[in-house]
Nanobody, 126 residues
Framework: QVQVVESGGGLVQAGGSLRLSCAAS????????MGWFRQAPGKEREFVAC????????SYANSVKGRFTISRENAKNTMYLQMYSLKPEDTAVYYC???????????????????WGQGTQVTVSS
């Protein structure tokens, strides 16, 4: 049974930081790109960041570039999103997503995804 579970969300003041984690089980983790998406109230889900299965490549939405850092530990089947300088507009439910095996972050950014997590709420107060 495949499980993709996010954790680390919460309430933080503007300018603060949070670190999200995504733990995956029941799937081959190390040969998939992994991504983060988010959905704010009343808005469509949007791509946030992706890290390639080799860990050599990462891509970010323009809105988070320079503030968020994505990483992964294949030995632990875990991915992270370190978020700095948070803004109220970062408030959303953040979802972890697994791309197809041997696919790319380009595909992930187009929502070509194999598995999703249930999401974790991030709220940034002004």
């Amino acid at each position: 049974q495949v499980q993709v579970v996010e954790s680390g969300g919460g309430l933080v003041q503007a300018g603060g930081s949070l670190r999200l984690s995504c733990a995956a089980s029941g799937l081959t983790f190390s040969n998939r790109p992994m991504g983060w998406f988010r959905q704010a109230p009343g808005k469509e889900r949007e791509f946030v960041a992706c890290v390639s299965w080799s860990t050599r490549d990462a891509s970010y939405a323009n809105s988070v570039k320079g503030r968020f850092t994505i990483s992964r530990e294949n030995a632990k089947n875990t991915m992270y999103l370190q978020m700095y300088s948070l803004k109220p507009e970062d408030t959303a439910v953040y979802y972890c997503a697994a791309g197809y095996q041997l696919s790319t972050c380009a595909a992930v950014s187009l929502s070509r995804l194999d598995y999703w997590g249930q999401g974790t709420q991030v709220t940034v107060s002004s």
